[in-house]
């Protein structure tokens, strides 16, 4: 039987804009690299060949400081990480246990949550008992009640808000926060809808010798970040215009990225060929994309690229055949805060609105799937 690929519906003209009413960030303590690399070298290393390749690897990683909800801050008198990261015990020793990790997560979490969403409510000049829809984004822990109901709570929203969390869709979760809220919006032009997401990365670190783990170890981080939305008013200031979404999934990766819950944390694996994967498909895939707008790639201003390491970062400059330049946001925020999952593309359209330079924003994230997700923004007008 013959199988036709459905086309992608047509681009409305005529829907309402879909507009960032206020944004907030919150990150806890910064650690140097430095610091993490020692400590990773004592819990990971047994030979100095080990030691010499983990050193390069959190050098090269594009990483100058990190946020972790372990760190005490630079007066404590004791080593935040091995506190709760002992130095290893024997060959079998993995650290705490999954249990343990989700502990700490459950008491962390919900206050850098808050943190971040208290933030955006204030930049939207928004009461929370206007807040219709709360979406949380999480893939770094999980508890129940959750982080909704948290927020409901500590914010004081409606108990009558409409919740929901995405959960455990590494890097591109915020992605589907905002295209969920932005149906949300256009579904109902008064609709305030609650975006947060909150990550706490530094909880996973893994023990033992396994080069995929611990690449990631060198660069994911936590952070929190929130938005809220709604339809575009002339008494609200707002920064950005959500247009349109996007989400491609590419071919034969399934394997290239992983996040697989175990039994001493949640094992994030990042295999060597992802870079040649998105040199060969990102293109073609945003070009189609915004050729539906009527745009071209020279057309975007603005490029928002979740900085999921240094050499995907390169890749996709390459892959969309991007000046250096382009990136500079995303490097920025990989060298001060480290890779926050979800969060990390909410503290990039953060940085970059504050250009306040007219034309489109293009951003962009991958997670596992490989799936690469998009989002069409522009400069919010008065």
């Not at 981080?221 to 989400?247: F, M, Q, R, Y």
């Not at 962009?364 to 069409?376: K, S, T, Y």
């Amino acid at each position: 039987m013959t199988q036709f690929a459905l086309a992608p519906p047509p681009i409305s003209r005529t829907q309402s804009v879909v507009t960032f009413l206020g944004m907030g960030t919150a990150a806890p303590a910064a650690m140097p690299q430095d610091q993490f690399t020692r400590h990773a070298a004592q819990i990971n290393c047994q030979t100095a060949e080990q030691h010499s390749w983990l050193h390069r690897v959190y050098q090269n990683s594009g990483v100058q400081s990190r946020g972790s909800v372990l760190f005490k801050g630079v007066h404590s008198h004791s080593d935040s990480l091995a506190d709760f990261y002992p130095l290893s015990k024997g060959i079998d020793d993995r650290g705490p246990t999954t249990a343990q990790r989700m502990v700490r997560y459950a008491v962390e979490a919900p206050l850098l949550a808050s943190s971040a969403a208290m933030k955006a409510l204030a930049d939207a000049n928004t009461n929370a008992s206007a807040i219709t829809h709360l979406i949380t984004v999480s893939c770094t822990g999980f508890v129940a009640p959750g982080l909704d109901v948290t927020l409901v709570n500590q914010l004081r929203l409606l108990p009558s808000v409409r919740r929901l969390h995405i959960g455990f869709m590494g890097c591109h979760g915020a992605f589907n926060a905002l295209a969920a809220a932005r149906d949300a919006v256009l579904a109902n032009k008064n609709a305030r809808v609650l975006v947060c997401c909150v990550e706490l990365c530094s909880l996973h670190f893994a023990y033992g010798w396994d080069p995929g783990r611990l690449v990631a170890n060198a660069l994911f981080a936590d952070g929190a970040a929130a938005v809220v939305l709604g339809a575009k008013t002339g008494d609200i200031p707002a920064s950005w215009e959500l247009h349109d979404t996007s989400s491609h999934l590419i071919p034969d990766s399934l394997d290239e990225m992983k996040w697989q819950i175990g039994d001493h944390g949640f094992e994030m694996t990042l295999l060597p060929g992802v870079p040649k994967i998105i040199r060969r498909h990102l293109g073609a895939w945003c070009e189609e994309w915004l050729a539906r707008h009527d745009l071209q790639f020279s057309d975007i201003q603005y490029w928002a690229i979740h900085p999921g390491g240094p050499k995907i970062l390169t890749a996709v400059a390459e892959a969309l055949s991007l000046p250096p330049a382009a990136l500079e946001a995303s490097r920025d925020i990989l060298s001060q805060h480290g890779n926050m999952s979800s969060a990390t593309i909410l503290f990039i359209l953060q940085k970059l609105a504050a250009q306040k330079a007219p034309g489109p924003c293009v951003a962009i994230g991958l997670g596992p799937g490989l799936m690469a997700e998009g989002m069409l923004l522009k400069p919010a007008t008065p």
